[in-house]
């Protein structure tokens, strides 16, 4: 039977709180969201952060597991506003990521790519800025023999690739099923699939590469009809008219759609 979390006395069958205390929990919550935003806002010290969070705590009877899983909510809340802004802000971004240590917080108690994302927001300021990548990736380089004019800007590690494969259905001749086939948005079923284990993708002023144990699949940006960001990747469709759509799964959408955004225009300001 449940003891309150606040005051550690019995608050009935089924229950962490007593009513009395959920005020005083959620002030809790309050505090260390409040103490997180101002701390990302002037740059406090771990040390310091550690202290004032641990302000909030009010009284040593508030459990301290409960306390700590505050403590990483308002970590996870603070680190998803900085990711889903608008303008991007590196430092904010850097300041977060370097106190999820002294936070006892990793990736994956947070997951969602979040630390991914936050690490990647350095870089995409750079592209909004209309900035190089001073980056190198020399393993791959050599394992995809640029050619002499072709530079390397990005390698996402363990991307994931996505075929859709359509299927023609087969053919109905009741009045029933051509009525029904009518409002069907294509008479093609799309079926998604993973195609094989997980690569990298490379992505260079010129050529998207697409690099596996037994392969490598070599995209020019010419061959690129669109690029559409998806939910932790981008979908490209190639400019043939009977292909069909791939999706590479990297864990930052909006990053990858910016950086092959940002390599195209280096290719066609050659």
């Given at each position: 039977m449940g003891k309150c979390i606040v005051c550690q006395k019995y608050a009935g069958p089924f229950y962490s709180l007593h009513k009395a205390c959920y005020r005083v929990y959620e002030d809790t919550r309050e505090c260390l969201r409040q103490v997180l935003s101002s701390?990302?806002?002037?740059?406090?010290q771990a040390d310091g952060l550690t202290e004032s969070l641990n302000d909030c705590r009010p009284t040593l009877s508030f459990s301290l597991r409960p306390f700590e899983s505050l403590v990483r909510c308002a970590w996870h809340d603070q680190a998803k506003q900085i990711v889903k802004r608008k303008v991007v802000n590196a430092e904010h971004a850097n300041y977060i990521l370097s106190v999820a240590p002294a936070l006892e917080i990793e990736d994956?108690?947070?997951?969602?790519?979040?630390?991914?994302?936050?690490?990647?927001?350095?870089?995409?300021?750079?592209?909004?800025?209309?900035?190089?990548?001073?980056?190198?990736?020399?393993?791959?380089?050599?394992?995809?023999?640029?050619?002499?004019?072709?530079?390397?800007?990005?390698?996402f590690e363990g991307a994931i690739k996505l075929e859709r494969?359509?299927?023609?259905?087969?053919?109905?001749?009741?009045?029933?099923?051509?009525?029904?086939?009518?409002?069907?948005?294509?008479?093609?079923?799309?079926?998604?699939?993973?195609?094989?284990?997980?690569?990298?993708?490379?992505?260079?002023?010129?050529?998207?590469?697409?690099?596996?144990?037994?392969?490598?699949?070599?995209?020019?940006?010419?061959?690129?009809?669109?690029?559409?960001?998806?939910k932790d990747g981008v979908?490209?469709?190639?400019?043939?008219?009977?292909?069909?759509?791939?999706?590479?799964?990297?864990?930052?959408?909006?990053?990858?759609y910016a950086l092959l955004r940002y390599a195209q225009e280096q290719k066609f300001a050659e």
């Open positions: 701390a990302v806002d002037t740059s406090v994956k108690d947070v997951g969602s790519n979040l630390f991914v994302r936050l690490a990647n927001i350095e870089h995409l300021a750079r592209i909004n800025q209309n900035q190089p990548i001073s980056k190198r990736f020399t393993e791959m380089e050599d394992r995809i023999k640029l050619s002499d004019d072709e530079t390397l800007i990005w390698v494969h359509k299927r023609a259905e087969g053919k109905h001749w009741s009045v029933f099923q051509s009525l029904l086939n009518n409002f069907k948005k294509s008479r093609y079923k799309e079926l998604s699939a993973l195609a094989g284990a997980a690569g990298d993708l490379a992505i260079s002023n010129q050529n998207l590469y697409y690099v596996t144990k037994n392969e490598t699949a070599i995209i020019s940006f010419l061959a690129i009809y669109s690029i559409t960001p998806v979908r490209i469709q190639s400019a043939q008219g009977d292909a069909m759509p791939d999706t590479y799964i990297t864990g930052d959408g909006r990053f990858t």
